[in-house]
């Protein structure tokens, strides 16, 4: 998953994932995982994955890319991770 950050101001959203072909997120059956921009400290926080669903990667790799080019690769496995850039 490619993440695309504009740095400028500080930012955060929640990655929201499920199997995507039944109601089963009606019953909590979905995942998040919550991300935290700080433009002062240029750091990219990844949260800790909340929730669970079958079928779900368990460890994936974020591509985070600037503007100017910078690219950074990180894996992840659920747990938290702050990423300096």
């Known amino acids: 998953l490619?993440?695309?950050l504009y740095p400028g101001a500080d930012g955060s959203f929640t990655l929201y994932e499920d199997e995507g072909d039944n109601y089963n997120y009606e019953k909590g059956v979905y995942s998040t995982i919550q991300f935290q921009w700080n433009d002062k400290s240029r750091t990219l926080t990844i949260g800790t994955r909340q929730g669970s669903y079958p079928g779900?990667?368990?460890?994936?790799?974020?591509?985070?890319?600037?503007?100017?080019?910078?690219?950074?690769?990180?894996t992840y496995n659920g747990t938290q991770q702050d990423i300096t850039l």
């Open 2 to 4: 490619e993440l695309r």
């Open 56 to 74: 779900m990667l368990t460890t994936r790799q974020f591509t985070i890319v600037l503007p100017d080019g910078t690219t950074k690769t990180v």
